[in-house]
C-alpha cells in the first residue's frame, strides 16, 4: 500500500524539479482520496495537506478533475506494475493465472484499492477524464488475462477455444464479486470468492487450479463442486456457440 507523501513544505518546495513536485501532488492527492473520496477531495484538500498554496497544484494541473484523474492512474500504473512483477516470478502458466486472480481480488472488505477502483467507476460517469483512463486501466487488465490465456493454450498448458471472450467472463465475475464484498459486510469472504473465481476460470482454460491457491480457498472450490454435482446431477450445461453463455438443459 502506498504511503502518503511527505509534505513539499519539509523538503524545500524550491529545491524540487517539476517532476519531483508533480509526484509529490499525485502521491498527496492519492491519500486524500482514499479518506474522503473523490467527490469529497478539493484541490484545497490536497494543498493543505502538502503545506503549499492552491496555486501552486493548478500550476500543474488546470482543473480538480484533471487531478484526480491524474492521480487515480498514478496509483493504479503503479500496482499494475507491482502484480506484473510477482506473476512473472511464477514458473508454470497456471501458477501465472493463478497468482494474476490472487492479486485481482481484494485483500479484504476494506481494500483500498479496490475502494480506490469502485470509487473511480462512480467518479467516471461524471468525469471524462477519468472515463477515459479507468477504461483503459480496464482493458490493460483484461488483456494482461487474456494474454496469459492464450499462452498457455499455445504451450499446450490451457485448453480454450476464444480467450478473450474468457478473459471478459472471469474479469466480469471478479469485478461483480469485488464490489459486493468490498462494499457490504456479510455477503461473503475473500476465500469463498476466490473459490468461485477459481472455479469459472478452472472451465474457461480446461487446467486443475485450485491446488496451487491457499488451502482454504481450495477447500472451498471443492466444497462448490460437490455441490454443484450433486445439484446438477440429472441436467448438463451446453455452451451457445454464438455468445458463450451456459444453457442447462435436462438428460435424457
Known amino acids: 500500500m502506498h504511503r502518503p507523501a511527505t509534505p513539499l513544505a519539509s523538503r524545500g518546495v524550491a529545491k524540487q524539479s ?33 503545506g503549499v498554496s492552491s496555486s501552486l497544484i493548478h500550476y500543474h494541473f488546470d482543473s480538480k478533475e484533471s487531478l484526480l484523474a491524474a492521480a487515480f492512474e498514478h496509483y493504479a500504473r503503479k500496482d499494475v506494475e507491482e502484480m506484473i512483477a510477482d506473476i512473472d516470478a511464477a514458473p508454470t502458466h497456471a501458477e501465472r493465472l493463478v497468482r494474476l ?33 479507468s477504461q483503459q486501466l480496464d482493458e490493460q487488465s483484461n488483456a494482461l488475462l487474456e494474454d496469459i490465456i492464450t499462452d498457455g493454450v499455445r504451450q499446450g ?50 487446467a486443475s487450479l485450485v491446488h496451487l491457491a491457499n488451502p482454504e480457498s481450495a477447500s472451498r472450490v471443492q466444497e462448490q463442486g460437490a455441490s454443484a454435482t450433486t445439484r446438477d446431477s440429472s441436467a448438463r450445461v451446453h455452451l451457445c456457440p454464438r455468445c458463450g453463455a451456459g444453457h442447462i438443459c435436462p438428460t435424457h
Request: charged share 25%; hydrophobic share 50%; aromatic share 6%.
Open 18 to 50: 517539476a517532476g519531483a513536485r508533480r509526484l509529490d501532488i499525485l502521491e498527496t492527492a492519492c491519500a486524500v482520496v482514499i479518506e474522503r473520496g473523490f467527490a469529497a477531495t478539493r484541490i484545497s484538500d490536497v494543498a493543505n495537506r502538502l
Open 157 to 206: 498448458a490451457f485448453e480454450c477455444a476464444d480467450p478473450h471472450v474468457s478473459s471478459a467472463r472471469i474479469t466480469a465475475l471478479i469485478d461483480g464479486l469485488a464490489v459486493q464484498y468490498a462494499a457490504h459486510d456479510g455477503m461473503l469472504d475473500r476465500s469463498g470468492l476466490l473459490a468461485s473465481v477459481l472455479a469459472v476460470a478452472e472451465r474457461e482454460v480446461g
Open 101 to 133: 486472480l490472487e492479486n485481482y481480488v481484494p485483500e479484504g472488505s476494506d481494500d483500498l484499492e479496490w475502494k480506490l477502483w469502485i470509487d473511480a467507476w462512480g467518479e467516471a460517469l461524471r468525469n471524462p477524464l477519468m472515463k477515459r483512463i
